[in-house]
C-alpha cells in the first residue's frame, strides 16, 4: 500500500497561488499514476488532475485547465499541483490520490490509496 500526506493548502486571496505537494512512501511510487481531487462543502469529491507514472501524460478538469498544474518528482515521491489565477468556487478539500492498478482514468474509482486531504480556502 501507499500512503500519502498532502501539504500546501491554506488560505488565499482570489488571484492568488498555492502549491499542492503529496509526499508518497513506498518504492514503487515511480510505477503509480497519480491524482488530485476535491470536496468542496455539501457536493461530491470531483477530479482536478491527473498524472501519468511518467509525467509524459497529463489530464486536467476544464474548471481547472490553464490555471492548475499538475506535476511529480519520482526521485523524491512527491506529487505537485500548482494552483494559479485562484478563485472562491476553488475552495474545497483537496486529495491526493493513487492509482496501482493501471488504470489511469479521471474518476473517484480509479485511485485506490487516498491522502487525508488539505484545506484550500480561496476568499473574495
Known amino acids: 500500500q501507499v500512503q500519502l500526506v498532502e501539504s500546501g493548502g491554506g488560505l488565499v486571496q482570489a488571484g492568488g497561488s498555492l502549491r499542492l505537494s503529496c509526499a508518497a512512501s513506498?518504492?514503487?511510487?515511480?510505477?503509480?499514476?497519480m491524482g488530485w481531487f476535491r470536496q468542496a462543502p455539501g457536493k461530491e469529491r470531483e477530479f482536478v488532475a491527473a498524472i501519468s507514472w511518467s509525467g509524459g501524460t497529463r489530464y486536467y478538469a476544464d474548471s481547472v485547465k490553464g490555471r492548475f498544474t499538475i506535476s511529480r518528482d519520482n526521485g523524491k515521491n512527491t506529487v505537485y499541483l500548482q494552483m494559479n489565477s485562484l478563485k472562491p468556487e476553488d475552495t474545497a478539500v483537496y486529495y491526493c490520490a493513487a492509482d496501482t492498478r493501471g488504470l489511469f482514468i479521471t474518476t473517484n474509482a480509479g485511485y485506490d490509496c487516498w491522502g487525508q486531504g488539505t484545506q484550500v480556502t480561496v476568499s473574495s
Open positions: 513506498g518504492r514503487t511510487f515511480s510505477n503509480y499514476a
